[in-house]
């Protein structure tokens, strides 16, 4: 059974929510391991050693060793929680492992060949992953680390389904079992809010609002001038005198 990673974990018989602060505060992860014909059993686990390992993705879909006292048990992890806001896994969920039993784990997807679709490339296109991991059923032994999908052969409004993804030997995907053949990967056109396109704007160029709905029409250019104001009234010219009588 091939391992990729090992964890150290402490049993422990205090359990409820204070014995569970109490171990976080001291830098321990309290978890559980439980499958197979066995009782489940509480544990500790280094937060700082955990958090190192769930950094790596190669960690969710590998069997780990796990390490308690003198005894070895190969498991998977099942859960993650994690605190709201702090950077902080308040318990982990792990699953026995033995060599004779098969497993469930979801398994990240590979995409390769993206730049060289034409469908991208020279159709003007953007490639959309579906889905990123796949729930596959195997021995531990078959248990593989990434699927591969080569998509270079994708052009515009095309996809690949569920089915297009070779499984290896002895794996099968959940998903094609239960009758589901989903789309995986598709190119498709870019909607107008993802096209960029570049505005020139010459320089002392004047760019005209777009009008609103509702809004009084804009004065037509060289309408801009404001109305001449009315022409006050002119004095009146006084009356010509009478010439005065002699």
Not at 28 to 34: G, M, N, Q, W
Not at 74 to 91: F, G, S, T
Not at 138 to 166: A, I, R, T
Request: glycine share 6%; aromatic share 4%; hydrophobic share 40%.
């Amino acid at each position: 059974m091939k391992t990729s990673f090992e964890l150290i974990a402490d049993f422990r018989d205090d359990q409820g929510k204070g014995a569970s602060r109490r171990l976080r505060h001291a830098g321990r992860v309290p978890a559980i391991l439980y499958g197979g014909a066995r009782e489940p059993r509480a544990l500790s686990l280094d937060h700082t050693k955990l958090q190192l390992a769930l950094e790596n993705e190669k960690f969710y879909s590998s069997i780990m060793q796990l390490k308690v006292g003198d005894q070895t048990q190969a498991a998977i992890l099942r859960d993650v929680q994690r605190h709201p806001w702090k950077n902080q896994v308040v318990h982990v969920d792990l699953q026995r492992v033995y060599e004779n039993e098969k497993i469930r784990l979801s398994v990240p997807i590979h995409y390769t060949g993206e730049a060289a679709s034409p469908g991208v490339k020279t159709e003007g296109g953007m490639m959309s992953h579906l889905k990123n991991e796949l729930m596959v059923e195997c021995l531990p032994k078959d248990l593989p680390e990434y699927l591969e999908l080569d998509v270079s052969g994708l052009h515009l409004n095309e996809s690949l389904h569920l089915s297009d993804l070779k499984l290896p030997e002895g794996v099968l995907s959940v998903e094609l079992q239960s009758g589901k053949n989903p789309s995986i990967v598709a190119v498709h056109a870019m909607r107008a809010e993802e096209v960029e396109v570049p505005v020139a704007v010459a320089e002392g160029a004047v760019v005209a609002a777009a009008p609103v709905a509702g809004a009084a029409p804009a004065a037509a250019a060289g309408d801009d001038k404001k109305p001449a104001a009315a022409k006050k009234d002119e004095p009146k010219k006084d009356a010509p005198k009478k010439d005065a009588k002699k």
